[in-house]
Every structure is written in structure tokens, then in C-alpha cells.
């Protein structure tokens, strides 16, 4: 009778994470770090995040500085045990706005400003971030974590990417500042808003100096949606997800080129996706995003340890040799005009 195959174990493999902003939909990113953070023979590599995405990837940073994988988790949960608190009476208040065919606040926010109607700014998470966050590891050069983030500078329109040498938590503030809900932050004399309008998030500072690696994307914003957007919440809800989602094609499509024609490239890209997850549907219903409380940010990180869980029974053991995402078909075929029937420019003789 023959005996069962023993599973040998598996060596520790570098991993880069790309985190996503997308409000309260990075509560599933928490899960995903959760339940990475786990697998011993999984190391966290460098992180780039935007938005929620950046303050996921500083909180984890930061505790795996000050206490390992149970630090970074511990730091986590407590960012996002914070956010709740600091949320629950806002979100009290406004509850009868958000019932079904009363969506008053979401759909007047288009027409007002947050100078108007956000005196207090991003105090309340600036405050949160003072708690969870060292600036002093994020911006160790030497860090085992490093860390990358990316805003918009308003005046000029260009991303600017905060890395080791010059993160802080205005920066973290600023990939964060969502336009309509809060004033825009100042660094270095410039102002900035949610990084995900430029890039979400920014990947080349997971691959610069190293074409031999493994990326995790953890995507928060739909690639597609089936139905056209009437509300006023739902179409600039839209308009948002249509700047990330083709921030982000570029993105790959640089990575993609690289890999074809640089030589020993081997950049594998992995991605696991919320819009893809069995709660995905209504998780990335426009006002969840915005939606701010303890019920939905345990979900969301229970639908995202789901997800890791899943996600490494089936790819683990691939990680260090191949992608589990085929990038051309996901994501560059689709957006190629020349594949939706555009013609191309005739070529001069």
C-alpha cells in the first residue's frame, strides 16, 4: 500500500503588496494583511498603497517595526477600531439621508464644498494617524517594510510618490484627501489631493531595482460595471473608478513592457480582488464606501481574510516561479481602443 505524499514545506518568498484606496473598502484589505501576515513563509516586501490603501500599508509598516507580524496586525486592527469610533456619530447622523430613495447628503455632495461643510478637515484621522503611525520607521532607509505613497499636487495636475526618504503623515493625509469631503492637505507648500486620481496605486516603486519579483495587488474598484450610473452619488462615483482603473492600466502596462524587453525581467503580477469576491456586489455599492462602522468594516475584513485564504491554498506554492493573473487579458486587452473596433491611423508612405 503505498504511503501518502508527505507536502514539503515551503521557503519564505518576498512578497510586494499594491494596496488600493477605496474608503471603507480597505477594511478588506485589512482582512487580506490579516491573513498574510500569518503565513510564516510568506515576507512582506516593499508596500505602495493610495488612499486607504496607504494608511493600511503605514499601519502595518509600522507595528512590523515595533513587533513583528502581531504588531502589524495589532496596528491594523487598531487603525481601523479608531476610524469606527471616530465615525460613529457622523455616520449616526446621518443615516436617514442614506435610506433607500432618500440619499439627500450623497447626492448633494457634487454641489458643495468641503470648505463649506468640513470645518474640521482630516483632524479626526490626522489624530488617528499620531496613534498608529511612526514616521520616524516609515522613514527609516534601512526599514525591513519600506513603504511608498502617491497623491495628486492640485495646482499642476502631477503625482508626486512619497517614499522612505520623505513620508510623513501629511503625505499619508494627502494620498487619502478625498476632494469633496475634505479641504486639500499642504506638503511642502503644495497642495494635494487622493492619490487614486493619478495612479492606484503607483507599482513601479515595488519593481525599480529588483525585475525579479512577486506583487500582490489588492483591488478594491470595479474594472466594469453592468449597469450606467443615474444618481448623482453613483455617476461620480463612477467618474472616481474610471480615473483608478486607468491609472492603474497604465501602470501595467509599463510593468508589461518591461517584462517583454528588458532583459531577465520577471515581474509576476497576483491580484486578489473584492469586485471578484461572493460579496462583491454589495460591498462596492457606492454609498459602503463612505459608510463608516464597526458592522461593516468586519465584514468587509472577514470577506477579505476569505479571499486570502482561498487565494493562497491555490497560488502559495506558485509565488517565486510564476503570476497567478494573466495582466494582458485582464486588464490591457479590454482598454486596447484597437480592440474596440477602432481603426488605426493609416501609416504615411
Not at 490579516?34 to 516586501?45: A, K
Not at 531595482?209 to 500582490?216: A, M, R
Not at 495587488?217 to 466594469?224: A, D, K, N, W, Y
Request: hydrophobic fraction near 45%; include cysteine.
Amino acid at each position: 500500500m503505498n504511503e501518502p505524499r508527505k507536502r514539503l514545506p515551503r521557503s519564505a518568498t518576498t512578497l510586494n503588496i499594491a494596496l488600493q484606496g477605496g474608503g471603507t473598502h480597505g477594511a478588506f484589505t485589512w482582512g487580506v494583511l490579516d491573513r498574510l501576515l500569518e503565513d510564516e513563509h510568506i515576507h512582506i516586501g516593499r508596500i505602495t498603497g493610495t488612499s486607504a490603501g496607504a494608511l493600511n500599508g503605514a499601519a502595518l509598516a509600522t507595528g512590523m517595526a515595533r513587533g513583528g507580524r502581531a504588531g502589524a496586525r495589532q496596528h491594523l486592527a487598531s487603525l481601523w477600531e479608531q476610524v469606527a469610533q471616530a465615525g460613529a456619530l457622523m455616520t449616526f447622523f446621518s443615516l436617514p439621508l442614506r435610506k433607500p430613495g432618500m440619499g439627500v447628503w450623497d447626492d448633494a455632495m457634487p454641489l458643495l464644498s468641503p470648505w463649506q461643510t468640513n470645518p474640521m478637515g482630516m483632524a479626526p484621522l490626522r489624530h488617528i494617524l499620531h496613534t498608529v503611525v511612526d514616521e520616524a520607521v516609515l522613514r527609516d532607509a534601512d526599514a525591513a517594510t519600506p513603504l511608498f505613497v502617491n497623491a495628486l499636487n492640485v495646482r499642476t495636475g502631477a503625482p508626486r510618490v512619497f517614499g522612505p526618504a520623505d513620508i510623513t503623515i501629511e503625505a499619508l493625509l494627502a494620498s487619502a484627501c478625498a476632494p469633496l469631503s475634505y479641504q486639500a492637505v499642504q506638503v511642502d507648500g503644495e497642495a494635494y489631493w487622493d492619490g487614486s486620481y493619478a495612479a492606484n496605486p503607483c507599482l513601479w516603486p515595488l519593481y525599480e531595482g529588483q525585475l525579479d519579483t512577486d506583487i500582490l495587488l489588492v483591488e478594491l474598484t470595479p474594472l466594469q460595471r453592468a449597469e450606467v450610473p443615474l444618481s448623482a452619488k453613483n455617476i461620480l462615483n463612477r467618474i472616481n473608478e474610471v480615473a483608478s482603473v486607468n491609472g492603474l492600466v497604465a501602470e501595467l502596462r509599463a510593468l508589461d513592457a518591461i517584462n517583454r524587453h528588458a532583459a531577465g525581467a520577471d515581474i509576476r503580477m497576483h491580484v486578489l480582488s473584492l469586485p471578484d469576491q461572493a460579496a462583491g456586489v454589495l460591498a462596492t455599492e457606492a454609498s459602503i464606501k463612505r459608510t463608516v462602522g464597526r458592522v461593516v468594516f468586519e465584514m468587509l475584513r472577514q470577506e477579505g481574510r476569505r479571499a486570502c485564504e482561498d487565494w493562497l491554498g491555490a497560488h502559495a506554492r506558485h509565488l517565486g516561479h510564476r503570476a497567478s493573473v494573466d495582466v494582458a487579458t485582464r486588464y490591457l486587452a479590454p482598454f486596447e481602443p484597437f480592440a474596440q473596433g477602432v481603426p488605426a491611423l493609416a501609416t504615411q508612405g
